[in-house]
């Protein structure tokens, strides 16, 4: 049976033809991100890693992945964009993988090129993952939401702590929502300053947005960026609403909580 490799920068909605498919995406390496692959029934998947992280949240998904038979690795934040799969496919270099993919002989340093077709022979079917429990979270006032796709109408005006990169891909599926403050996860900026691409995008859009370090807050979770965040970077409207590179997340949040209360 010929095996595809496919490449997407999100995984977060995979097609059908996924199913059995060698899938590099420029989604992070977290849990999250690795439920939705093997949910997919991905054969194998390469992510990015998203600067690693705190408590190697960025790799966080090649146990979990292992865990359900399927093979997964990640690229270096380095050496390709996150949010990007064609710069992953024709620039990433491999950072981790996890026991099944390391039996298919990918290692660290390897392109990710080499490392798909390798893949290729990686054991199918895997057992699919169980139901995840809920991915949004009220902390504070503020919506918690694991993925920025988890956005919804409703968020419109309030201040959401995502659990995601802040690549440009994050900036076109939360605009439309048009919150009053987006917090993304920096995902180590990485090469290009990838992880934070969004942020001017946003600008553009009027919504006030900011990325905290990977370092301090762990990637794929909403309350982390919220509750552990250190900010690392923000655009203009981020600015004004207070927000200060070395500064709280969860202390910006209360700031503009208690404004936009005081004014009401």
């Known amino acids: 049976m010929s095996v595809t490799v496919l490449v997407f920068d999100s995984v977060t909605?995979?097609?059908?033809?996924?199913?059995?498919?060698v899938v590099i995406g420029g989604s992070h390496g977290?849990?999250?991100?690795?439920?939705?692959?093997?949910?997919s029934g991905c054969r194998a998947a390469i992510h990015h890693d998203a600067g690693i992280g705190r408590n190697e949240a960025g790799v966080g998904g090649l146990a979990y992945a292992d865990k359900l038979?399927?093979?997964?690795?990640?690229?270096?934040?380095?050496?390709?964009?996150?949010?990007?799969?064609?710069?992953l496919q024709a620039r990433g270099l491999i950072s981790r993988a996890n026991g099944l993919a390391a039996a298919c002989g990918v290692v660290p340093g390897m392109s990710a090129r080499e490392a798909a077709e390798l893949l290729k022979q990686a054991p199918w079917p895997h057992t699919l993952p169980?139901?995840?429990?809920?991915?949004?979270?009220?902390?504070?006032?503020?919506?918690?939401a694991?993925?920025?796709?988890?956005?919804?109408?409703?968020?419109?005006?309030?201040?959401?702590?995502?659990?995601?990169?802040?690549?440009?891909?994050?900036?076109?599926a939360t605009a439309p929502f048009q919150p009053l403050?987006?917090?993304?996860?920096?995902?180590?900026?990485?090469?290009?300053?990838?992880?934070?691409?969004?942020?001017?995008?946003?600008e553009r859009h009027g919504i006030a947005a900011l990325a905290v370090a990977a370092q301090s807050a762990c990637i794929g979770d909403?309350?982390?960026?919220?509750?552990d965040g250190i900010i690392s970077d923000a655009n203009p409207s981020a600015y004004r609403l207070?927000?200060?590179?070395?500064?709280?997340?969860?202390?910006?949040?209360r700031a503009v909580a208690e404004k936009r209360g005081s004014a009401s």
Not at 30 to 39: C, D
Not at 69 to 87: E, H, K, N, W, Y
Not at 242 to 253: D, E, I, K, P, T
């Open 13 to 21: 909605k995979l097609p059908p033809e996924a199913n059995g498919a």
């Open 30 to 39: 977290a849990v999250y991100a690795a439920h939705l692959s093997a949910r």
């Open 69 to 87: 038979g399927m093979a997964m690795a990640a690229v270096a934040t380095a050496s390709a964009r996150i949010g990007d799969g064609a710069d």
């Open 130 to 144: 169980p139901a995840k429990g809920e991915s949004r979270h009220l902390a504070e006032g503020v919506v918690c």
């Open 146 to 172: 694991d993925s920025a796709s988890l956005l919804i109408p409703e968020d419109r005006g309030r201040i959401v702590a995502t659990g995601s990169h802040g690549a440009l891909n994050a900036a076109a």
């Open 181 to 202: 403050l987006l917090m993304f996860n920096d995902a180590g900026f990485g090469a290009d300053r990838g992880g934070v691409l969004a942020l001017p995008e946003l």
């Open 222 to 227: 909403g309350r982390s960026t919220l509750q």
């Open 242 to 253: 207070g927000a200060l590179v070395g500064g709280s997340a969860l202390a910006l949040a």
